[in-house]
């Protein structure tokens, strides 16, 4: 009898520990704490971009080549990622919203990472931003230091990359350092 229960003792306390292993695991993908399509800001980003752009080349949608130099001050860019639910949730207010910010299609930058519905966001956004999508996103992701999607930020003129709230509907202001 003493065997026995010491078994059932040994299998409560193994489901303990993968219980309280997952329960950790969950709480960690929902923080968004690992880098990568659909995650939050590596370690090294706190708000998932660089602090400043590197330069970079890139074709949009419509053939045109832009580089940093091509947006101007204050210009907006945002990422986004197919197959990443909070992009999903992200790319109807993103697109209602810029309009009401009064800035010119050539000031917003829309950067669709490749996947299989890119065209469904290349063409919800070609109305509101210049949009740069294929391996030219994956570019231009790189020089602005992308670790996680969405990411929605502020370009200024001498390249420095400010993150801007995207939380709450309505809101795409700059986060206060």
Partial sequence: MSLMGAAVALVGAIALLNLTLTYGLIRRLRAGSGPGPGGG???DHEAGVAPAVRDFEAVTTQGRT????DLPDG????F???GCPPCAELLPRFVAAVPGLGLPVSAVLAV???????QEYVDALAEVATVVSGEHADT???AFGVAGYPVVCRLAADGAVTPVEHERPGSFVPVAP
């Fill in 41 to 43: 800001p590596g370690p």
């Fill in 66 to 69: 832009i580089g940093p130099g």
């Fill in 75 to 78: 210009a907006l860019v945002a």
């Fill in 80 to 82: 986004f990622s197919t």
């Fill in 112 to 118: 669709v990472a490749p996947g299989p519905e890119e």
């Fill in 140 to 142: 231009v992701a790189e």
